[in-house]
């Protein structure tokens, strides 16, 4: 079946970096966008990225564009996110997600890792 | 970021009716932007619910229904039940090349 499972999470300092990985598995993820969603504690979804089947395009929402960077292996089925310059707002469960097919939709995503940035 | 506007909670009695609204903007919804509704249950990822406005993915119950007009959506659970009680999420996109997330609806059932 199709699963995401995401890892990397974990306590940094502000202004530190952290690489999240997502690994894909039971479909082809060459022929999937793929983004990543957070969702700070106690709080609502955040798109945050996304990356197309190739990876030759790439969208960021303003809140971490320029610090936060997506990229995608898929001879590896592998998705990530490499994070800079965190902040305390940056705490969150970050999700992966496949993107629906010509449907700008999720479906599904991974169990999420947390993401503390605290001093 | 947008962000489209939901009621913050909703409640309802087994065996009732809720509906959840989900308003947005003439750059997201109202620009011809399907609308997507996820589940998320206590402590797990979200699920998708409802896609393209109105249409449920197989294995989610017909107690769930969609719908959109204008610059609104709206989901309707008919026949409230206790495994109901979650959090529900609309989603679109912008014109803004950004997805954008509803605020979040806290369904209870009584």
């Known amino acids: 079946q199709v699963q995401l499972v995401e890892s990397g999470g974990g306590l940094v300092k502000p202004g530190g970096s952290l690489r999240l990985s997502c690994a894909a598995s039971g479909f082809t993820f060459s022929d999937y966008y793929m983004s990543w969603i957070r969702q700070a504690p106690g709080k609502g979804l955040e798109w945050v990225s996304y990356i197309s089947s190739s990876g030759s395009t790439i969208y960021y929402a303003d809140s971490v564009k320029g610090r936060f960077t997506i990229s995608r292996d898929n001879a590896k089925n592998s998705l990530y996110l490499q994070m800079n310059s965190l902040r305390a707002e940056d705490t969150a469960v970050y999700y992966c997600?496949?993107?629906?097919?010509?449907?700008?939709?999720?479906?599904?995503w991974g169990q999420g890792t947390l993401v503390t940035v605290s001093s | 970021q947008s962000v489209l506007t939901q009621p913050p909670s909703v409640s309802g009695a087994p065996g009732q009716r809720v509906t959840i609204s989900c308003t947005g903007s003439?750059?997201?919804?109202?620009?011809?932007?399907?609308v997507h509704w996820y589940q998320q249950l206590p402590g797990t990822a979200p699920k998708l619910l409802i896609y393209?406005?109105?249409n449920r993915p197989s294995g989610v119950p017909d107690r769930f229904s969609g719908s959109k007009s204008g610059t609104s959506a709206s989901l309707a659970i008919t026949g409230l039940q206790a495994e109901d009680e979650a959090d529900y999420y609309c989603q679109s996109y912008d014109s803004s090349l950004s997805y954008v997330f509803g605020t979040g609806t806290k369904v209870t059932v009584l």
């Open positions: 003439s750059s997201n919804i109202g620009a011809g932007y399907d």
């Open positions: 393209g406005n109105s």
């Open positions: 997600a496949r993107d629906g097919v010509g449907v700008e939709l999720f479906d599904p």
